[in-house]
């Protein structure tokens, strides 16, 4: 008997992302509009794993350099990345 070959949802839906990107730009642009918190994570997962995974997004990143990848806000010529806040300290 033979079987048909089987792939989750999941997959499908990454490997549908890594062939259309357009698709994969109007699912997060549906998910940002009308989604819930968990469904954008879930976009977010499937879209980084289409797109080449966290490694990708971290070699991009460095590329550009940190304060590059700040997005600026649109009256700041320069935009820095927020400080930390720092932790009360106890005496």
Excluded: C
């Excluded at 699912?27 to 954008?40: H, T």
Aim: aromatic share 6%.
């Amino acid at each position: 008997m033979n079987q048909t070959p089987f792939r989750t949802h999941e997959a499908a839906t990454i490997e549908s992302f890594r062939t259309d990107p357009a698709f994969a730009a109007e699912y997060l642009n549906a998910v940002l509009e009308d989604g819930e918190e968990a469904e954008l994570l879930l976009a977010l997962r499937r879209i980084t794993e289409a797109f080449g995974g966290v490694s990708a997004v971290e070699e991009v990143e460095a590329e550009l350099g940190k304060t590059d990848a700040w997005p600026m806000k649109e009256d700041d010529t320069e935009s820095d990345p927020p400080e930390p806040k720092s932790k009360p300290t106890e005496e």
